[in-house]
């Protein structure tokens, strides 16, 4: 199918699909998916209105410019170069609107944070990018619900995890996956030395029960007394809970609840995100063998970002991005500032591969 095929087919689905809607004959669920893809081919179908409308007008100036008297023939090529600067960019918005889309990108989102390497100041760092992604949460009107919370005696978190729900979440927090390395002097160290420590982070697209099918001889569940920082006990009654994925070996313990049953709920929501970001790997592996030329390969272990804390800059490794303004990155103010090109890059690298 050609490009012009494409646009005229995107064309005559949104007219097929609003006498469906307006029909009164659907089912709630029907007609709450055609409403969603009614939704997403209206932006798409306006872009390939105003392009359609441009080189039309084109043509049309281009018979004013033979045609036409001397007055009408200037203004005519006046226009024209106008409109010709404009296309270009109105063809490459189409080509990043019709790229392919990850099928996991409208749906919320789990952050693990676990702390690295660097003892204390790694856990304190730890603790800093989950408040990070909290405020960044709050400016784009997310919610931000924390799920489970490790922490120690400094106020530094050893692992932390939350849903953050709203529009696109995934979709702006997926290449936040990797090692965040951070170089400071910590407030333990006496001889003013910069010291460099790590932590990982995990974003995972939140599963629902349709997109895993998990069969209940393949989970061990074990039940435990919960305990606190430093091993005193903070229950008196077995309500912490692990599950064990016996065929992945996926494992998660929740314990933040008195309730055993809502420990065990927590723990099968981040299971279920786990067992899906895993097979989701498993697929991106099968299907693409040069990831090194895409936004990093979402690798636990690999290092993506640093921040530099003496010299007030955050650099994005993958993108070659450095940044001065470290404060308002780890507030969340401008983490945009950073998010937004490696989308951008990511969609380069996805247009350049269907050339």
């Known amino acids: 199918m050609s490009m012009e095929e494409k646009f005229d087919s995107l064309i005559a689905r949104q007219?097929?699909?609003?006498?469906?809607?307006?029909?009164?004959?659907?089912?709630?669920?029907?007609?709450?998916?055609?409403?969603?893809?009614?939704?997403?081919?209206?932006?798409?179908?306006?872009?390939?209105?105003?392009?359609?409308?441009?080189?039309?007008?084109?043509?049309?100036?281009?018979?004013?410019?033979?045609?036409?008297?001397?007055?009408?023939?200037?203004?005519a090529e006046t226009e024209s170069r106008e409109l010709k600067a404009r296309l270009p960019a109105l063809e490459q918005e189409l080509r990043v609107m019709l790229l392919p889309k990850d099928a996991a990108d409208a749906k919320n989102a789990i952050l693990e944070v676990r702390a690295g390497t660097g003892g204390d100041e790694a856990s304190l760092f730890?603790?800093?990018?989950?408040?990070?992604?909290?405020?960044?949460?709050?400016?784009?009107?997310?919610?931000?619900?924390?799920?489970?919370?490790?922490?120690?005696?400094?106020?530094?978190?050893?692992?932390?995890?939350?849903?953050?729900s709203g529009r696109g979440v995934f979709a702006r927090l997926k290449f936040e996956s990797g090692v965040h390395r951070v170089q400071r002097v910590p407030t333990t160290e006496s001889g003013g030395r910069v010291?460099?420590?790590?932590?990982?982070?995990?974003?995972?697209?939140?599963?629902?029960?349709?997109?895993?099918?998990?069969?209940?001889?393949?989970?061990?569940?074990?039940?435990?007394?919960?305990?606190?920082?430093?091993?005193?006990?903070?229950?008196?009654t077995d309500s912490a809970v692990r599950?064990?994925?016996?065929?992945?070996?996926?494992?998660?313990?929740?314990?933040?609840?008195?309730?055993?049953?809502?420990?065990?709920?927590?723990?099968?929501?981040?299971?279920?995100?786990?067992?899906?970001?895993?097979?989701?790997?498993?697929?991106?592996?099968?299907?693409a063998a040069d990831r090194r030329s895409q936004v990093g390969s979402g690798d636990r272990s690999e290092r993506i970002r640093t921040y530099n804390f003496p010299q007030g800059r955050v650099t994005d490794h993958r993108i070659n991005l450095t940044l001065h303004k470290i404060d308002k990155i780890v507030d969340g103010e401008a983490l945009d500032e950073v998010i937004d090109p490696l989308i951008a890059d990511d969609q380069a690298a996805r247009l350049a591969s269907l050339e």
């Open 15 to 75: 007219e097929e699909l609003a006498p469906l809607m307006s029909s009164g004959e659907l089912e709630a669920s029907d007609f709450t998916a055609l409403s969603m893809e009614y939704a997403e081919l209206s932006p798409v179908v306006e872009k390939v209105k105003a392009l359609k409308d441009a080189r039309s007008e084109l043509e049309d100036l281009a018979e004013l410019a033979v045609d036409g008297d001397a007055e009408m023939k200037e203004l």
């Open 126 to 164: 730890a603790a800093e990018l989950f408040r990070m992604y909290q405020r960044y949460a709050d400016i784009r009107g997310w919610r931000f619900e924390p799920m489970s919370i490790s922490d120690n005696e400094l106020g530094g978190y050893k692992e932390a995890s939350a849903l953050i």
């Open 195 to 236: 010291h460099t420590s790590a932590a990982t982070v995990a974003v995972l697209p939140e599963a629902e029960e349709v997109d895993v099918q998990i069969d209940d001889k393949d989970l061990r569940v074990d039940i435990f007394r919960a305990s606190g920082p430093g091993g005193q006990s903070v229950n008196t």
């Open 243 to 287: 599950i064990t994925h016996l065929p992945t070996g996926i494992v998660v313990s929740q314990q933040d609840e008195k309730s055993q049953h809502k420990n065990r709920a927590k723990a099968m929501k981040i299971l279920l995100a786990r067992i899906y970001d895993h097979e989701r790997e498993q697929l991106d592996a099968a299907r």
